[in-house]
């Protein structure tokens, strides 16, 4: 069984940074493409960054892209999302995302995920 569980979410002001991350289990994390979706009330589920199983290939929303930086790191099955300059259109649940195979945007791409971390900017 797959286990995604996100940390780091919270509450900050605008103009400031967060870091989450995503501990993974249950089957070999180096062998999957992992990414962050994420979903504000009363909106669609939408994707902000994937990356490959190897990190050396990456995609990020245009809505993020150059503020949000993700990373994984094999060794501890972790993936990772940088956010800098956020912004109060960055209020949303943040899913950590396992791929069935290759990295898309859209949510039925996803094979398994997490329950969510909840970032909240604040003006």
């Known amino acids: 069984q797959v286990q995604l569980v996100e940390s780091g979410g919270g509450l900050v002001q605008a103009g400031g940074s967060l870091r989450l991350s995503c501990a993974a289990s249950?089957?070999?994390?180096?062998?999957?493409?992992m990414g962050w979706f994420r979903q504000a009330p009363g909106k669609e589920r939408e994707f902000v960054a994937g990356?490959?199983?190897?990190?050396?290939?990456?995609a990020y929303a245009d809505s993020v892209k150059g503020r949000c930086t993700i990373s994984r790191s094999n060794a501890r099955s972790t993936v990772y999302l940088q956010m800098n300059s956020l912004k109060p259109e960055d209020t949303a649940v943040y899913y950590c995302?396992?791929?069935?195979?290759?990295?898309?945007?859209?949510?039925?791409?996803?094979?398994?995920w997490g329950q969510g971390t909840q970032v909240t900017v604040s003006s």
């Open positions: 249950g089957r070999t994390f180096s062998s999957y493409n």
């Open positions: 990356i490959s199983w190897s990190g050396g290939t990456t």
């Open positions: 995302a396992q791929y069935s195979l290759s990295i898309t945007t859209v949510s039925s791409s996803v094979a398994y």
